[in-house]
């Protein structure tokens, strides 16, 4: 399974890219903003920083459209683009004109990632039209009474299918969702880097390690 840092402050990014297991970073609109409202620059300021601290890796930039209009999604994905041609995904919310654009990009060779996706049959149209990922929003889904399991039904979709796209669960609020997701076989999560935190800090982990030192501080007494 591949992870995925859901942020837009580079600060917060870079602390955990440093750890090496991640394939990439995901970002919406609204974190942008909130983020670049906070440090006062632009939003491609921010955008840039991001590619600065993916250099010298793999991983991936998702940056997401504003644009609602299919002309203007075709303008503003090759402005994303232009960026970082080989590590930028164009995000793009599966609406009928979103449609059209990931259509369009997919002749282009673009890269993109279907957003905003809920059930099944959006995953399947997405896959048609030569989408390169499709995230469905897992805690807004079980807001509205639709269960997780849901997302394991979009996978084995697109296995059956065939289709070359991947999917990349988000919008996850804890640590049970998280886990729940992982047992379906899916691509990768994007996660918040709180999350992150809270699975790498686990407390049973923490008091076993506090242990082993203690026991060998022990052993030391008494070589001593």
Known sequence: MQFYIDEANPAEIEKL???GIF????????ILS???QAERVAVNKIVRRIIDILEGSEGLLFVQLVAQSYEQMLHE???IVDLSPTRIVVKIPCTLDGIRAMAEFA???????ATAIFNLSQVAICCRVGASYVAPYVNRM????IP????????????????????IAASFTNIKQVEEVMTLGIYGISLHPQLYDKMLANP???TAVSRFAEDWNELKEVRV
């Open 17 to 19: 890219y440093k750890l």
């Open 23 to 30: 394939a990439g970073v995901t970002t919406n609109p609204s």
């Open 34 to 36: 909130r983020v670049a």
């Open 77 to 79: 994905g090759r402005e």
């Open 107 to 113: 002749k282009q060779a673009v890269p993109t990632c």
């Open 142 to 145: 079980q807001e509205v009474g």
């Open 148 to 167: 997780v399991s849901v997302v394991g039904e979009m996978q084995r979709y697109i296995e059956r299918s065939g289709a070359n796209t991947r999917l």
């Open 204 to 206: 049973l982990t923490t």
